[in-house]
């Protein structure tokens, strides 16, 4: 049993199943793939979708099994210049959730340097609102 491809917790006396690393990774992977009808009806949620496959590649060690700059790419294509944030999926408009996942995603990859950070703060100060703050 390599660690890379299972892993076993235990917690007291109760033993945890196998995690069957590779067959997630793999899971992952396939993602989007297969671009049917599910897979445009949930475009809205696609960016976040990407931020919790990474997360969880990471947490398996597996970061690596998404290729770096396509998925900085994908990231990109998801800019709306004319917000100065990130939609969920290209050419949606911008929202602060898809923003956040975006900035998540650049800074697991050590990539913000390719963020507009000023026009990023004043999309995320253009929500707030003046009078409450919130």
Not at 1 to 28: C, F, Q, R
Not at 61 to 82: N, P, Q, T, V
Request: proline share 3%.
């Amino acid at each position: 049993m390599s660690s890379t491809t299972t892993a076993a917790a235990t917690t007291g006396n109760d033993k945890l199943p196998e995690l069957t690393i590779d067959k997630h990774v793999a899971y992952i992977q396939a993602l989007g793939k297969t671009q049917d009808l599910a897979y445009h009806l949930t475009s809205h949620l696609r960016l976040n979708a990407v931020y919790w496959g990474l997360t969880a590649l990471c947490t398996m060690g597996r970061k690596e099994a998404l290729d770096r700059e396509e998925l900085i790419e994908f990231i990109m294509s998801c800019w709306d210049d004319e917000a100065g944030g990130f939609g969920a999926y290209p050419k949606h408009d911008a929202h602060i959730l898809s923003t956040l996942s975006a900035i998540q995603i650049l800074v697991m990859h050590d990539a913000l340097d390719r963020l507009e950070i000023p026009r990023v703060t004043s999309f995320l100060l253009s929500l707030q609102n003046p009078k409450t703050g919130a």
